[in-house]
C-alpha cells in the first residue's frame, strides 16, 4: 500500500513557474513507476508525464516537452514536477499516481492516486 500526498500547487502568472512534490509512505517507493496527471475543469484526467523507479527515464506529454520536468528523490521518498513557462491552459488539478512496474506507464493504469493539488494560471 502506498499513500501519496502532494504539494505545492497555487496561484501564479502566465510565465511563471511553480514545482510539485508528491511524497509517498511505505518503503517500497524506489520500486514504483510514478506519474503525474492532470484534470482541468470539464475535463478528463490527462497523462503529463512519468518516470522510471530508478530515474534514468523519463517521458512526458508533447504539450509540455521542454517546460516541465519530472525528477524524483528516492531517498526522500518524492517525486517532483518542475513547471516552467506556465501558461493558462495549464490550470487543472495535479495528481501524482504510482505502478509497480519496470518501465514508464502513460497509461491511466496507475494503482495509487494521491488527492491532487489546484495549479491556476492567471493570464
Known amino acids: 500500500q502506498v499513500q501519496l500526498v502532494e504539494s505545492g500547487g497555487g496561484l501564479v502568472q502566465a510565465g511563471g513557474s511553480l514545482r510539485l512534490s508528491c511524497a509517498a509512505s511505505?518503503?517500497?517507493?524506489?520500486?514504483?513507476?510514478m506519474g503525474w496527471f492532470r484534470q482541468a475543469p470539464g475535463k478528463e484526467r490527462e497523462f503529463v508525464a512519468t518516470?522510471?523507479?530508478?530515474?534514468?527515464?523519463?517521458y512526458s506529454r508533447d504539450s509540455v516537452k521542454g517546460r516541465f520536468i519530472i525528477s524524483r528523490d528516492n531517498t526522500k521518498n518524492t517525486v517532483y514536477l518542475q513547471m516552467n513557462s506556465l501558461k493558462p491552459e495549464n490550470t487543472a488539478v495535479y495528481y501524482c499516481?504510482?505502478?509497480?512496474?519496470?518501465?514508464?506507464?502513460?497509461?491511466?493504469?496507475?494503482?495509487?492516486w494521491g488527492q491532487g493539488t489546484q495549479v491556476t494560471v492567471s493570464s
Open positions: 518516470i522510471t523507479r530508478s530515474g534514468d527515464r523519463t
Open positions: 511505505g518503503r517500497t517507493f524506489s520500486t514504483y513507476t
Open positions: 499516481a504510482a505502478v509497480a512496474s519496470r518501465g514508464m506507464v502513460i497509461s491511466m493504469d496507475y494503482a495509487y
